[in-house]
């Protein structure tokens, strides 16, 4: 099947990059960027792009989680993903690492890990960072 868009979000940056301000086209999400410590930054009153990744990985992911559980009959009421995205050093440059934990109450661990597997498989987002960063993923039950 060829690509088909169904959606396009429109977002511009101004400022100084990390140190700037983002805002969506339609006006609903408006950010202060700013440096974290850890990257020589003040840690100023503004989100990173990094936390603005883990949310938004986090969303899709927790989407794909819950089309996978109905496909299966399962139910993930009540599950959560947390989201943790690492900047770090590397040979080439900085890169991106992240960690999903995904927490299923109610299902043994086997489903758990099956569900987040199909959920990883599914995520536009994972099919988009496959072979690019690493995505450690870690199921829970409780």
């Known amino acids: 099947m060829a690509y088909e868009e169904m959606y396009t979000a ?13 805002r969506t086209d339609d006006g609903r999400l408006e950010v ?7 990257m020589g930054g003040d840690d100023g009153v503004g989100t990173n792009p990094e936390q603005l990744f883990a949310v938004g990985y986090g969303a899709c992911f927790h989407g794909a989680l819950k089309a996978t559980a109905r496909k ?9 993903v947390e989201a943790q995205v690492s900047i770090g050093k590397s040979d080439d440059g900085l890169d991106l690492s992240v960690t999903l934990t995904v927490t299923i109450p109610g299902v043994d661990q086997a489903k758990a890990d099956e569900l987040v597997q199909g959920a990883h498989q599914m ?19 409780a």
């Open 72 to 80: 299966d009959g399962t139910s993930v009421e009540d599950s959560t």
């Open 10 to 22: 429109n977002a511009t940056v101004t400022g100084e990059g990390r140190k700037g301000t983002g």
């Open 32 to 38: 202060d960027l700013s440096v974290p410590k850890g």
């Open 123 to 141: 995520c536009p987002y994972s099919r988009a960072t496959r072979g690019n960063i690493e995505v450690n993923l870690a199921a829970k039950t």
